[in-house]
């Protein structure tokens, strides 16, 4: 088994459980997960020139927080978690567990916030969880159009550094193109 990640190997070791608790012996699923590679876009790793981009489908706060922890251990430079909020339901309930899942990031690059049809909720956009996030102490850049986060990592991605896409198939394709652009 050699997915990088801590909550791989948690979720690794928990495969394990069910599987034995289903009567399966433990060597012949531990054979089966030297099989596995993983999920698309989950923690998935695309280096760069010494870049480390990262796609994760991942947008719960706790799962973000579990990501960007396996992702320190990547990185010998900066963390720069990059994030487009998401329904105006989830910043209201959540908007205080985002802001701090992003703990271990050097900077933060937020997009304005993808409603998905959902009708807007008085003080909560995307303008407030910047502000949230700021308050937290995170260094936050707002990128408010996403095609301009697209050259400011070409801009200020440094070998060693580590750049996590929390997103979907958009931010997945950006970072695609991103890696494309710095290995030239």
């Not at 923690?43 to 973000?64: Q, R, W």
Request: hydrophobic share 40%; net charge negative.
């Amino acid at each position: 088994f050699d997915l990088p990640g801590r909550y791989n190997v948690v979720n690794a070791c928990g495969a394990i459980a069910v599987a034995m608790d289903l009567g399966v012996a433990a060597s012949v699923a531990i054979e089966a997960l030297g099989s596995y590679r993983g999920l698309e876009n989950r923690f998935t790793i695309n280096e760069a020139g010494g870049v480390y981009l990262v796609k994760d489908y991942n947008s719960h706060p706790t799962c973000m927080r579990k990501v960007l922890e396996s992702a320190r251990d990547l990185v010998t430079g900066r963390l720069i978690s990059v994030f487009k909020p998401y329904r105006y339901t989830l910043m209201n309930y959540l908007g205080d567990e985002y802001a701090a899942c992003f703990h271990g990031s050097d900077q933060v690059v937020i997009t304005t916030m993808y409603a998905a049809k959902e009708k807007p909720i008085e003080g909560v956009n995307t303008d407030s969880f910047v502000a949230n996030l700021r308050s937290e102490g995170f260094e936050v850049i707002h990128l408010p159009e996403q095609t301009d986060i697209h050259p400011w990592v070409v801009q200020n991605a440094k070998p060693g550094d580590g750049i996590v896409f929390f997103g979907g198939d958009d931010f997945f394709r950006m970072a695609d193109a991103i890696g494309d652009e710095i290995r030239g």
